[in-house]
């Protein structure tokens, strides 16, 4: 009986504290916000006996995008991931990258004022697979490849967010590592490298950026997102600029078109200005959880 007994006692015990658990759980899950979109696209043309000429191709681009927010009284901690990749295939030509991307980012920021944060923060852009001179042609030189360049940022500043669908990053410490782990790349003033066989480049600096999301109509929205790091070390004067924008048109629950552009300006890169463009249409897939500051205000939320 006394083995009974203490077994009953310590079964109680265990569903005492698992209920306990469970609450704990519960009222930290209640804090978070996931907002994101699963996206496979495609794209086809094929012609037969066509007097104004044209390729057969098939094109696909598969990504990924999400925003996880935990917000708690004054604390703040947004964790973004954008990923993507595709491909096309021409006829004569063979397979070409048309997307290829790998973004993490996350901010932790304690509330100092009404939207305004103290924070703090790392970033990681880089690619999946090499790219080549030639249209991305594997016959081609190389000119980029798995961490070649990957960009590294880490820094301190303030964060503000008046609402879900603006933030904004004031960086005025932010250390800037420019990594190219590819040795086929690493040659002086290949992305900035100083000396040949040098793996990274260091930077030192301010790093402002600023996502914003509009809702245009029921069923379109924009989403903005855009960067400017200056180099205190060397020519602060000669900015690095991106701009990111995507347009989704929702069709119906899963079917979707997304166009994107990409604009960036790097001086590291080249003195030029880069400017890449997709379009497309097939699935995706939203996820929107959580409680989120414009509850009460819908029609203001970009993912629907």
Excluded: C
């Amino acid at each position: 009986m006394k083995k009974l007994f203490l077994l009953g006692i310590l079964l109680s015990g265990f569903l005492h504290a698992q209920d306990k658990s469970e609450e704990i759980l519960q009222d930290s899950l209640k804090h978070w916000s996931v907002q994101g979109q699963n996206t496979l696209m495609l794209n086809q043309a094929a012609f037969s006996n066509w007097i104004g000429g044209g390729a057969n191709n098939v094109g696909w681009i598969a990504g990924s995008n999400y925003n996880m927010t935990y917000e708690k009284g004054n604390d703040l901690l947004e964790n973004i991931v954008i990923l993507g990749y595709g491909q096309n295939n021409t006829k004569g030509l063979g397979n070409r990258k048309t997307q290829d991307i790998i973004n993490l980012s996350s901010n932790y920021g304690r509330k100092i004022s009404k939207n305004w944060y103290v924070s703090a923060g790392a970033s990681l852009l880089t690619q999946f697979d090499a790219g080549y001179e030639d249209g991305n042609n594997p016959a081609a030189a190389k000119i980029s490849n798995f961490m070649a360049p990957g960009y590294v940022n880490i820094g301190t500043g303030f964060t503000y967010r008046p609402s879900d669908n603006f933030t904004m990053t004031l960086r005025p410490a932010n250390a800037r590592w420019t990594f190219v782990l590819d040795k086929d790349l690493q040659y002086a003033g290949n992305y900035g490298l100083k000396n040949d066989g040098d793996t990274s480049l260091f930077q030192f600096g301010f790093l402002g950026t600023a996502v914003y999301k509009l809702q245009l109509m029921e069923n379109i929205t924009l989403i903005n997102s855009a960067s400017v790091f200056s180099n205190y070390l060397d020519h602060p004067e000669r900015l690095v600029l991106s701009y990111g924008g995507v347009l989704n048109m929702k069709i119906n629950k899963y079917i979707s078109s997304v166009i994107t552009l990409d604009v960036l300006y790097d001086h590291n890169q080249i003195w030029k200005t880069q400017v890449k463009q997709t379009l497309g249409v097939g699935v995706a897939y939203t996820i929107d959880n959580g409680i989120k500051k414009s509850e009460n205000n819908k029609t203001n939320r970009s993912w629907k």
